[in-house]
């Protein structure tokens, strides 16, 4: 009897054991960026920008994207119910999920959401270029135009990316276009205007408005 036990104790633990380990397996398939392909709402269609995505990031922050405005939160996961803090705690249901796919739902309200894959990291890239300098993400830490200096929010930031797509949240508004290096990596253009680029290193840098110099703003390296 006292050898049952021991091995009914035993197939316990394992069980116990099995069990986080699919708890972590579901989890690190959560932790990606999903676009929101299809939204309901009691039945009706909620209209959709086309940029429209929630991403869940391995440190426990939520961060979204809706009609082209950004939020941010945190999130956890428990079983099938995947809990959603911001501007409220909000508990959804994971319908399905797969590596590309996702269906979540909460009340009479239904997300479809399929995968994003996110250009190469920067911490991927080895080359100590200015080009590969100015990969990864970045927040404003002053913007001044002339003599006026512009506000900014905590939120607020732009990130470079590998294939040289970028995207920017400015005043809490999300955006996203191409940008490029001139010949001597002395310039960066976002979307047809041009900056000079000023004291770039891997933690701060500086972008100035061409031709007049008359705007600078000056970006510290976040995650």
Excluded at 17 to 46: C, T, Y
Excluded at 165 to 191: A, P, R, V
Aim: proline share 2%; net charge positive.
């Amino acid at each position: 009897m006292r050898k049952m036990n021991r091995v009914a104790g035993i197939l316990g633990v394992m069980v116990l054991f099995s069990n986080l380990l699919m708890a972590e397996a579901d989890r690190e398939m959560l932790v990606k960026r999903w676009k929101v392909v299809k939204h309901q709402k009691s039945g009706q269609a909620v209209t959709l920008t086309g940029d429209d995505f929630l991403q869940f990031r391995n440190d426990g922050v939520y961060e979204h994207v809706r009609n082209n405005y950004y939020a941010k939160g945190s999130w956890a996961l428990n079983a099938d119910e995947l809990t959603i803090n911001n501007s409220g705690e909000y508990n959804w249901k994971i319908v399905s999920v797969s590596e590309t796919k996702m269906s979540i739902a909460l009340g009479d309200e239904v997300m479809e959401m399929e995968v994003v894959k996110m250009p190469t990291p920067a911490s991927q890239t080895t080359s100590q270029n200015v080009k590969y300098l100015c990969l990864g993400k970045w927040r404003p830490n002053e913007h001044h135009k002339g003599d006026v200096a512009i506000k900014f929010l905590p939120t607020d930031m732009m990130a470079f990316y590998t294939d040289g797509t970028y995207e920017q949240i400015l005043n809490g508004k999300y955006s996203k276009g191409k940008w490029n290096y001139n010949k001597d990596e002395t310039e960066l253009t976002i979307e047809g205007v041009v900056y000079k680029v000023g004291g770039l290193s891997s933690l701060f840098f500086k972008l100035i408005k061409m031709p007049d110099t008359n705007e600078f703003i000056v970006f510290a390296k976040t995650r």
